[in-house]
């Protein structure tokens, strides 16, 4: 079934016109069988309309369309589908083989201009004298600015330049993945809040997962150190609080930071992620909403840890541990854990604010691993670090 438009307005006589449709005869071709031309004819005027080409309504591409008809003897109604067609008059004697070819080399906005200078109102006159104003005002104003950078990259330095916008995207990059921080806190505990990291809810739901941590013995807790992938976690469980409250909570931490530790050790993450450890389905969520991105491959959506979201691990399990430490955290342990380097994890520390300690050297057993460690604590206030001096100072020193 065919619906018809006329551009022009609507005909009052349409039974007296002569309808006629002519179709493409490339049959085989599946781009010109479906391209269709209906004609109109009266004493007057002729109209042609087509599905396709420039006088085509874009609709048909869009969206389909359905006419219902209503039977009045058997009151049913039959649905069929329409197609339909801007029809416009045809003048007799115009051709547009006749017509002279546009310049093709004007833009739109110039055809358009020249339109207004020659048919416009005088209010159309008067913004375009204004906007052509404005573009020479916008044009001196480039050639300004331009010369301006050329005298900065002459007295800087072209080098210089880039290496202090690199660093200024770095650092604008870490902060999208950064804690929520509230750096006028007047306690340590604020300024990265607990409820920032682990809703209520969610902290309650870390109930199970806690107590299996707690539960561990010195036997299992020598394994996962042997394993060598849960070190802070390892530090924390061998040194767990004996007040209730607070063995309960660092016991849950654990078990919470033990999930992101293994979300930051793999790539593409799948719908099962930490049902072997017992993850509870609105941390399993909240996993998956705050530290992962969504990919289309092969026709389905997948969830994979990019390198963005490795920085923002980092930073959310540095807050964490710096809970469960009374406000210190190893730095050491945690860029083993998540598998970065060292300088990565130092730079995520430094732009949280934090304050670098290198403790002292230790006795005993676990010298070694005291001399290697690397603590990083927060203290009020918050330290702000000049970042383009040091990089500038470790590129001297190589």
Known sequence: ???????NGSVQNADKLDFSMLKNTEESNPRKKTRRILVAESDRLSYVGQNFGVGSMKCNNLCKYYVGVLNKQTMTMEVHEAQLFNMQPVIPGETTDSAKPQDTTQTYREKVDLLIEAFGTNKQKRALSSRRLNQVGSETLQQAVAKAANTVIGEKGLEALQQEVADADSQGDLALHLPPCNANADKREDVYPFDELLSPVEFGALEQGGAKMAALTPEELKKMKDDGRCLSIVKHLENLPTESESRDKTARCAFYLSLLLKLARERNITRKFGQE????????????????????NNGRIHNM?????????????????LHMGNMTADLT????????????MTEV??????????PARGKGD?????DDSR?????LPLIKYDHFTERRKRKKMH
């Open 333 to 344: 342990l945690l860029h083993r854990d998540l598998g970065i380097t060292e300088a990565r």
């Open 305 to 321: 840890v990019s390198s963005s979201m490795r920085v923002k691990l980092a930073a959310y399990c540095l807050a964490l541990l």
């Open 349 to 358: 520390a430094k732009s949280m604010r934090l304050t670098l300690v290198k």
């Open 375 to 379: 603590l990083a604590a927060l203290v």
């Open 277 to 296: 450890e017992g993850c509870p389905r609105i941390i399993q969520g909240k996993l998956f909403k705050t530290f992962t991105v969504e990919t289309f």
């Open 366 to 370: 676990n010298i070694e691993l005291q």
């Open 1 to 7: 079934m065919t619906l018809v438009r006329f551009s």
